[in-house]
């Protein structure tokens, strides 16, 4: 068998780097997505807030024949 070399500890501010990196490539893709569906929720809401606000033909007042 080969010899086999040890992996030297990584030092606590390596695993805060590491940490932080990952964070920030996570919320890099995420955010993007996240804001998406939120403006589609929010396009979403006008357009059924638009829908409510136009006048039916059911809401009119009703006369009574002569």
Sequence with gaps: MGAQSK????PPWG???AGAT???LAN????P????????YIVAAI????I???PSSKS???????
Excluded: F
């Design 7 to 10: 992996h030297a500890p990584l």
């Design 15 to 17: 695993y805060a780097v």
């Design 22 to 24: 990952g964070a920030v």
């Design 28 to 31: 890099a893709v995420v955010y």
């Design 33 to 40: 997505l996240d804001m998406s569906v939120h403006c589609t």
């Design 47 to 50: 357009a059924n807030r638009c």
């Design 52 to 54: 409510a606000l136009k």
């Design 60 to 66: 009119k007042s009703k006369s009574a024949p002569p």
